[in-house]
């Protein structure tokens, strides 16, 4: 079976990608774009390690088969930050110490910005059930909790 | 393994109709099984790319609902949560954030599990299926669809296109609610879906029971809606749907509950959701 020619875009930019039709869309942006922020964690929709935006939508790109991403948008913790200059998720989770392996993060950072759009204001709940499909073994979530809502006050200027 | 992502109805159901082919809808099951070998398709059929199985769509007979419209899309439609909040609940239960943006209402029925959340919902909504196949659209129930666990009353070269799911009684309501040992991201001890529709006195006139994870497949509930049918829906009634409830679970014990934990479950369960419902029938 001849491999599929993906034409998408992913954060911005236009890409082109070979993929089979078993690769799922986090094998084609570690393995063949080298876009490796998403994490291989489950493999199995349970851990959030690789999520992604997929035409804004909140999604774990191990669960989305990379040839279903022609045509459509892509975003990755890759597209984050602007140049040298930290979003303000990222920077808050420095200043709260919210990571300690880091393997969680990039998936966390990706989908506590989904939040953010979407809810500019979230309650401390609303951010802990937005993120339940994103685990970390290691910080116990309050720290992370807390740089999420601490950047959501920081980005509606409170 | 070959992808396919055929534009129409037609073309969907001959791809399925070869050996080997699965229907693609979210993936967040199907991949999960292909990545642990439990499944290996010679051929994936993505029906995403038929408009049909995509949208959303509302007339005076109510909504029809495309299979792979995703748990996400259900949520944000505009009247659906106002017109069946026991529904969107139902199936927003359905794992994460995540998974909201990919799982579906026509992938959680036919990923064939008896503890599907979405499924009892769809069953108290009184959800049609519209299923296409090689000879032609057939229509069926949704607590047709299931016959055990993993088996459908689907055939070669079948699949499903859309719900329908009729319009919301003058004076209706319906909830569906869970049992699980934590607050979220957990498969159903105990689900249960309610409908109850009101006449202008409060007596109800119609009522659907659903109940899923106690029994090889989802049930419908007939003995349940008759406890409900010319009550007010007072405790009397409420005392008989419990029984009701009870006496159709034919649960097994696993590492989820027991048996008698499950039925005992069940019958309470059963009360509260139709204690939702009804709150939410005399609000319209």
């Known amino acids: 079976m001849a491999k599929h020619h993906v034409t998408t875009t ?13 690769q799922t869309l986090l094998d084609c942006l570690r393995d063949e774009l080298d876009l490796v922020g998403a994490k291989e964690g489950c493999s199995s929709g349970d851990c959030g390690a690789c999520s992604v935006l997929l035409d804004g939508r909140l ?22 930050a602007q140049g040298d200059e930290l979003h303000p998720l990222q920077r808050k989770f420095l200043e709260h110490a919210a990571l300690q392996c880091g393997i969680c993060t990039p998936g966390i950072l990706v989908a506590a910005k989904a939040l953010l759009a979407k ?7 609303q951010v802990r059930y937005w993120l339940a499909g994103n685990l970390c073994r290691c910080t116990g979530y309050d720290k992370i909790v807390r740089a999420v809502m601490d950047a959501a006050a920081e980005m509606r200027g409170a | 393994m070959r992808y396919e992502k055929p534009t129409t109805v037609e073309a ?25 070998r439990v499944l290996s398709p010679d051929v994936l059929v993505d029906i995403k790319g038929i408009d049909a199985t995509r ?14 419209v995703t748990g996400a899309e259900l949520k944000e439609h505009p009247t659906l949560s106002k017109d069946w909040p026991g529904l969107v609940e139902a199936a927003n239960l359905i794992g994460s954030t995540q998974v909201q943006g990919r799982c579906s209402l026509g992938g959680n029925l036919c990923n064939g599990s008896p503890a599907a959340d979405s499924v009892p919902g769809m069953i108290a909504a009184g959800a049609v ?3 296409a196949g090689p000879k032609g659209t057939r229509t069926l129930p949704v607590e047709d669809i299931m016959l055990a666990p993993r088996k459908l009353a689907l055939t070669a070269g079948e699949f499903i296109v859309s719900f329908k799911i009729p319009a919301r009684p003058a004076h209706g309501g319906d909830a569906y609610l869970r049992f699980i040992p934590r607050t979220e991201m957990d498969i159903a001890v105990v689900g249960c879906g309610v409908a109850l529709a009101l006449d ?10 659903s109940l899923g994870a106690v029994a090889a497949r989802p049930l419908l509930v007939e003995d349940g809606a008759k406890a409900l049918i010319g009550t007010k829906v007072d405790d009397a009634a409420l005392a008989k749907l419990e029984a009701a409830v009870r006496a159709a679970c034919k649960p097994i014990d696993d590492k989820r509950g027991t048996v ?12 509260r959701t139709a204690k939702i419902a009804l709150e939410r029938a005399r609000k319209v």
Request: hydrophobic share 40%; charged share 20%.
């Open chain 2, 260 to 271: 008698e934990f499950r039925i005992d479950v069940a019958g309470t369960l059963a009360k």
């Open chain 1, 10 to 22: 992913v954060n911005g930019d236009p890409v082109e990608y070979l993929c089979e039709s078993e």
């Open chain 1, 59 to 80: 999604v774990c790109s191990c669960l989305v088969l990379g040839v279903e991403a022609e045509g459509r948008s892509v975003e990755t913790i890759e597209g984050m």
């Open chain 2, 55 to 68: 949208k959303i769509t509302k007339d005076a007979s109510g909504y029809t609902i495309g299979a792979a």
């Open chain 2, 200 to 209: 202008a006195g409060g007596t109800c006139t119609a009522a659907r029971v």
């Open chain 2, 12 to 36: 969907a159901t001959a791809l399925l109709a070869g050996q080997g082919a699965r229907v693609l809808a979210g993936g967040t099951d199907l991949l999960v099984q292909m990545r642990s």
């Open chain 2, 129 to 131: 299926a519209t299923i």
């Open chain 1, 119 to 125: 809810n500019p204001d979230p309650t401390e709940t």
